[in-house]
C-alpha cells in the first residue's frame, strides 16, 4: 500500500487541468488539493465536470494539459493500471460469470498473488462489508445494496492509496443510500484511505465529505467543508444548488443596506458594491426568525402567510411581505415545535425578522442574472 502523502504535503495535486472533446471544454483549467486521508466529493449538476475529472485522475480519460500528482508521484501521463486507485462505478460493474468471492479477487490475481493470499484477503474484505457469508453466490443473487458492498470489496482488494466512487448510491432507492452512506463513511474513516466520490446529491456530500467541491461548467466554483459550503456560499450558484435558498432581486441602498422592493433591509455586508448596484439577496428559509423577536429588532417584517407544505419534521411556508406591487415574495421553514406552538395558518399574518448577519449579498451579474 502507497504511504498516503508526502511529509507536510498534499496527497493528490491536480494542477490547471483541461479536457477538451473537441472544441468543447469540459474542464476548464481545474486545480485541487486533497490532502491524505480526506474523504472529498465532486458536487455539480450533470455536465459540470465532476466525472470527467474524476476519470482523469484515474487515467481513464486523460486531461488535455495539465498535472496531477499524487504521493508526490507525477501520474499525469500514466495508464490507469501503473496509478495507484481503486474504482467504483455506479453500474458496479460486476463480473456475472464469477461468485462474489471470485469477484473481490479478481484484481489480486491479475496481478500474480497466490491462492491463498487471495482467498485470506477476499474473507477479510467480505467480513469488512458484511457479506461473510455470500462468497458462493453470483452477482445477480444478490441485491443492490449488496452488489455494491461487493464492487466496494472488490476496489479496496489491492490496498490503494487512493478510493474513487464514481455516484456509487444513484442506483439505489432512499432507504438503502442512507444506510450505505453511514457505511461507506464508517469504512472509510476505519481504513484512512483518501477517497473521492463524485456525486449530484447534496444530501451525500453534506452527510459523507470532509470537504465538498462544488463544480458547475467545468470550473471549481467553491472548496470547504460541507457546513462553509452551507452556510457561506461565495457564489450565487454554490447558494441556489446547495441546500434551498431565498435568492431576490435588491437594490445596494447604501453601505450594510439595501433595497428589497419597497422593503429597506439592513445587512452585515454589501460585498463592496456601490448604491445603486443591482444585488441577489440571499438567505436560507431556516433563517427566517419567528421566535423571540425583540423590539427595535432589525429587519422585523409583518408577512401574509401563503401556501404551506408538510415536509415531516417541517413545513415550507410562502410568506408575503409588503404591501401591492411592491409585495416580496419569500419562503421560510418552521419546524413541527413552531407549527404546534404559534399555529400559523394560510391567510394569517406574522410577524418575522431577517438577522442581517444571515443574510448574504451578490453582484447581480454574478449570477448570470
Request: charged share 20%.
Amino acid at each position: 500500500m502507497a504511504s498516503n502523502g508526502t511529509a507536510g504535503g498534499p496527497y493528490l495535486a491536480v494542477r490547471r487541468l483541461t479536457k477538451s472533446f473537441g472544441a468543447f471544454q469540459a474542464l476548464k483549467e481545474v486545480s485541487l488539493e486533497v490532502r491524505r486521508g480526506e474523504f472529498v466529493c465532486f458536487l455539480g449538476p450533470s455536465g459540470c465536470g465532476k466525472t470527467t475529472l474524476l476519470r482523469a485522475i484515474a487515467g481513464l480519460d486523460p486531461q488535455s494539459s495539465g498535472t496531477i500528482e499524487q504521493d508526490g508521484r507525477d501520474v499525469s501521463n500514466l495508464p490507469p493500471g501503473q496509478r495507484d486507485f481503486g474504482i467504483v462505478f455506479q453500474s458496479y460493474a460486476l463480473f456475472p460469470n464469477l461468485t462474489i468471492a471470485a469477484n473481490v479477487g479478481y484484481g489480486l490475481a491479475s496481478r500474480g498473488q497466490g491462492r491463498e493470499a487471495i482467498a485470506a484477503r477476499v474473507t477479510e474484505l467480505l467480513a469488512l462489508v458484511g457479506l461473510s457469508d455470500q462468497g458462493a453466490k453470483y452477482p445477480a443473487q444478490l441485491s443492490g445494496g449488496q452488489q455494491q458492498r461487493v464492487a466496494l470489496a472488490r476496489a479496496l482488494a489491492p490496498s490503494p492509496g487512493l478510493l474513487l466512487l464514481d455516484e456509487p448510491l444513484s442506483a439505489l432507492d432512499a432507504l438503502v443510500r442512507v444506510h450505505l452512506r453511514r457505511e461507506i463513511k464508517a469504512l472509510q474513516r476505519r481504513l484512512g484511505v483518501t477517497t473521492i466520490m463524485v456525486t449530484h446529491d447534496q444530501e451525500e456530500a453534506l452527510t459523507m465529505a470532509d470537504r465538498i467541491v462544488v463544480m458547475d461548467h467545468g470550473v471549481i466554483e467553491q472548496v470547504g467543508s460541507p457546513v462553509e459550503i452551507y452556510r457561506n456560499p461565495r457564489t450565487p450558484f454554490v447558494a441556489d444548488f446547495v441546500g434551498r435558498m431565498n435568492l431576490l432581486e435588491a437594490k445596494v441602498a447604501g453601505s450594510g443596506r439595501v433595497e428589497l422592493g419597497a422593503l429597506s433591509i439592513a445587512v452585515a455586508d454589501t460585498a463592496g458594491l456601490s448604491p445603486g448596484t443591482g444585488a441577489l439577496l440571499c438567505f436560507r428559509p431556516e433563517d427566517v426568525q419567528v421566535r423571540g423577536i425583540e423590539t427595535g429588532a432589525a429587519n422585523a417584517l409583518e408577512v401574509l402567510i401563503g401556501d404551506i407544505e408538510f415536509h415531516g419534521a417541517y413545513c415550507r411556508a410562502a410568506l408575503s411581505a409588503g404591501q401591492g406591487a411592491g409585495a416580496v415574495g419569500l419562503v421560510a421553514e418552521f419546524s413541527i415545535n413552531l407549527m404546534r406552538d404559534l399555529a400559523p395558518e394560510t391567510g394569517k399574518r406574522l410577524r418575522i425578522a431577517l438577522p442581517p448577519e444571515r443574510l448574504r449579498v451578490f453582484a447581480r451579474d454574478s449570477a448570470g442574472r
